[in-house]
């Protein structure tokens, strides 16, 4: 199932309506699509490397307002909805650990998963669930995405289609890269902070289910 999902997602990218479609993705995925849009904004990118900004920034703001319903999921559709949808992806055992961390780091969980593998609608369902503060929410949002989509929106329209070899083989570092120079504060503090943040992982790590 999941391959065929994957299969349509990419014969979007050649739809004469692609930007809605990839619009679309983006939004669904921040809430509960199986399918992330950087494989449907990589080919619209190498078809037409001018519009890439253009691309990123489409799949940036859709995916951020998919957020958004992600999060209304999460604060009052949670036992109804919320519930499912983990267990439908795989995430239930997943969700007491993002609970603990968002409560514990807040928006740099949120900043700092754009360097990481943990689903974005994850975050965004908790975020709701715990009642994080909808603005910081939004900005975190938009800095997440912006890091996970902007940059490869950026490297096609500065080199084009020869970039696609070096975005699949190292996009990963770049990601990293740009997000330690985003969140150094953020780390700088916590390692400042001392044994807290330590004792905070371990509390995570070992996080039991929540209650609202």
């Known amino acids: 199932m999941l391959r065929r999902l994957y299969d349509w997602t990419i014969a979007k ?3 004469p309506q692609a930007e809605l479609w990839l619009a679309l993705v983006a939004f669904l995925e921040a809430s509960f699509f199986p399918v992330p849009p950087h494989p449907l904004l990589g080919l619209m990118c190498l078809a037409e490397p001018k519009k890439a900004v253009r691309f990123a920034a489409i799949a940036t703001i859709g995916s951020v307002l998919g957020g958004l319903l992600g999060y209304a999921i999460g604060h009052f559709l949670y036992d109804s909805v919320g519930t499912q949808l983990l267990a439908l992806l795989h995430l239930t055992e997943s969700f007491p650990k993002a609970a603990c961390y968002l ?8 900043v700092i998963k754009g360097a990481t593998p943990i689903p974005f609608k994850l975050l965004t369902i908790t975020a709701g669930f715990i009642s994080m503060p909808l603005v910081p929410f939004i900005l975190a949002s938009l800095v997440s995405r912006s890091i996970s989509f902007m940059i490869v929106g950026v490297l096609f329209r500065l080199f084009g289609a020869p970039i696609k070899r070096f975005i699949d083989k190292y996009l990963g570092l770049v990601t990293v890269g740009f997000v330690v120079l985003v969140v150094g504060g953020f780390i700088a503090a916590s390692m400042l ?8 992982d371990a509390r995570c790590e070992h996080a039991a289910p929540v209650q609202p």
Do not use: M, T
């Open 13 to 15: 990218a050649a739809h």
């Open 103 to 110: 409560r514990e780091y807040g928006v740099e969980i949120i």
């Open 193 to 200: 902070g001392g044994g807290g943040s330590k004792q905070a």
